[in-house]
């Protein structure tokens, strides 16, 4: 059983905790210059500071004709209807992420053994799976009602439990005896927001779910120090593209990258994970302010999300979607930078407002 955890700070401050067998918290901090275990619900802290400082303010390709059952086909396959991906990010699970960031359309295409074994999607992509972006979770349901427990055979038998919170965001379906989908419902809206589909080997070694088993639970590969360097660095830039995705959904404007609050952020997520806590604050005292300024990073706001063990990028994504103050975070129109810190499974955005 896997654990999730998540927080956002503006410098405010929020914290939630779980996701069905995987515990999940989020915090979230928001400040102009100078973020558990079994829980159903969030709990959520926020703090405010002002800054001293004076207050402001893709490449595209064609989308291809058809993009619909791409799970078991090959890459080759996949590169004739859709080109060259705009770049390769290594997953910790065995596969390759192909993405491709098309003007309505985001995708991420997991390739193993030069296969297509896995694929998550937000924006126009209605025409690759059952489900539309944009559906009301009743209508979704009513076609393929959720259920609390799913059963996979394979070599063993595999019973994923599902709690309130994940019926409620990530109903997980069974497609075909080949193919799985996580359903990315937005609560807020009640509609969904991003789809993931995957085999059954995928399903199972990324245990999204708290699972009962019989046989023997699959594992995710090793990583040398340098491989999860190359996955880290991938997990970054795919939580910024989402984030921006989902600011333009809601009328948002796009962030613009930081490379000096992703150091900052990069740091924390580390010290967290090496340290073995989950907070807005180091163990040392620092807060956000303290760290930005150590970090020499310039801004008249800033804000700080933070999320632990979630699976990815995409997960994490959509858990502070789900969550109050990171929500706030994620589309706060003041906000002109991003800066995204990932280490192993810890997370951590840094917003700011630069004139």
Do not use: C
């Not at 405010?12 to 779980?18: Q, R």
């Not at 030069?114 to 799976?129: C, E, F």
């Not at 709690?163 to 799985?180: F, G, H, I």
């Not at 019989?214 to 880290?232: D, Y």
């Amino acid at each position: 059983m896997k654990k999730l955890v998540i927080f956002t700070l503006i410098l405010l401050v929020s914290v939630a905790g779980w996701i069905g067998v995987q515990n999940l918290s989020f915090s979230s901090v928001h400040m102009p210059s100078e973020q558990g275990v079994d829980k159903l619900e969030p709990d959520s802290e926020d703090e405010t500071i002002e800054a001293e400082t004076d207050e402001p303010e893709t490449k595209e390709k064609e989308e291809p004709a058809s993009q619909e059952g791409w799970m078991g086909k090959t890459s080759r396959e996949l590169m004739d209807t859709m080109g060259e991906p705009d770049r390769k990010d290594k997953s910790a699970y065995g596969y390759t992420w192909w993405v491709y960031e098309q003007p309505t359309t985001y995708l991420q295409f997991g390739i193993a053994e030069g296969k297509v074994v896995t694929w998550v999607g937000t924006g126009d992509i209605n025409h690759m799976s059952d489900y539309s972006i944009g559906q009301p979770y009743d209508e979704v349901s009513d076609v393929a009602p959720f259920s609390e427990t799913l059963t996979l055979e394979t070599e063993g038998t595999y019973t994923f439990e599902l709690t309130e919170v994940d019926l409620a965001q990530r109903p997980l379906v069974k497609l075909d005896d080949e193919t799985y989908a996580q359903l990315y419902f937005d609560t807020v809206t009640r509609k969904l927001s991003s789809i993931r589909v995957m085999s059954p080997e995928v399903l199972l070694i990324l245990q999204p779910y708290r699972v009962t088993y019989r046989g023997e639970l699959h594992e995710p590969p090793f990583m040398s120090e340098e491989e999860w360097k190359t996955v880290q660095a991938g997990n970054e830039q795919q939580i910024m593209t989402i984030t921006n995705k989902i600011r333009e959904r809601h009328s948002k404007s796009k962030l613009e990258w930081s490379k000096l609050a992703a150091n900052v952020a990069y740091a924390h997520s580390k010290d967290m994970k090496s340290e073995n806590y989950f907070s807005h604050h180091s163990q040392n005292g620092d807060g956000l302010k303290e760290r930005l300024e150590k970090g020499d990073v310039h801004y008249v706001r800033a804000g700080e999300n933070i999320a632990a063990q979630y699976i990815d990028a995409a997960a994490a994504v959509n858990g502070w979607l789900n969550s109050e103050g990171h929500r706030e975070a994620l589309l706060d129109g003041a906000y002109t930078h991003l800066g995204v810190g990932v280490h192993r499974d810890y997370y951590t955005q840094n917003f700011l407002t630069i004139p």
